[in-house]
């Protein structure tokens, strides 16, 4: 085993856990005898939990180089949502937002824990998320 595969066996737990986050990885190499990891996170949050599990692995972590920038381009959009008012129903908040209320049914697929079906009763005050 050569020293690049030792070191990713080594620090497999903090590559796996990168796989899991809004990560992405320009390169994984061996530089200067260390595993050089480079990449861009979308958040400080997911950066950090990175770093926390890289010390975990080896608190030194003195064959390890790691250079994770913050790059909120990467993050998800934050979702569209509406606040129900009095007299709306599906129909309605699907014409207001899609100019056709028979688009209903994807405001129903957005909101999976709100919304079973058409019959699906709301009330004002209640928060739904309206998918693009």
């Known amino acids: 085993m050569d020293r690049f595969d030792e070191l990713k066996l080594k620090y497999q737990s903090v590559l796996n856990l990168i796989k899991g986050r809004p990560i992405l990885l320009d390169n994984v190499h061996l530089q200067d005898n260390k595993l050089f990891i480079k990449g861009r996170s979308a958040s400080e949050e997911a950066k950090n939990d990175v770093w926390n599990q890289i010390k975990l692995v080896d608190a030194a972590y003195s064959d390890l180089t790691c250079d994770l920038t913050v790059d909120t381009s990467l993050a998800p959009p934050t979702p569209r949502t509406y606040t ?48 693009e």
Do not use: C, M, R
């Open 84 to 131: 129900v008012v009095a007299g709306d129903s599906l129909w309605k908040i699907a014409t207001k937002f899609y100019g056709n209320g028979s688009q209903y049914p994807k405001i129903i697929a957005g909101n999976p824990g709100q919304l079973k079906d058409e019959k699906s009763v709301i009330h004002p005050g209640d928060v739904l998320v309206i998918p």
